[in-house]
């Protein structure tokens, strides 16, 4: 799949919810309907991969663990 596709699907999503925010798994309600593809899921070694950021506490933790990558 490229990337152009996913930019597409992204613009599909609403905020429609009472949160009023976007969902990323969302993408998966454009692709999926009638389309014949497949969802297959995907193991990450290091779960700080895929940390969601919904406070600022969550923010500043998510950028620590990105200064520490950076400065090695």
Same mark, same amino acid.
């Given at each position: 799949?490229?990337?152009?596709?996913?930019?597409?699907?992204?613009?599909? *999503?609403? !905020?429609?919810?009472?949160?009023? =925010?976007?969902?990323?798994?969302? +993408?998966?309600? @454009?692709?999926?309907?009638?389309?014949?593809?497949? *969802?297959? !899921?995907?193991?990450?070694?290091? =779960?700080?991969?895929?940390?969601? +950021?919904?406070? @600022?506490?969550?923010?500043?933790?998510?950028?620590?663990?990105?200064?520490?990558?950076?400065?090695?």
């Amino acid at each position: 799949m490229t990337s152009s596709k996913v930019f597409a699907a992204l613009k599909k *999503v609403d !905020s429609d919810n009472v949160q009023n =925010e976007y969902y990323l798994p969302d +993408v998966l309600k @454009v692709f999926l309907p009638d389309s014949g593809r497949t *969802v297959r !899921s995907l193991v990450c070694e290091d =779960e700080k991969e895929v940390l969601g +950021v919904n406070t @600022v506490e969550q923010l500043a933790h998510v950028e620590q663990i990105m200064k520490e990558r950076r400065n090695g």
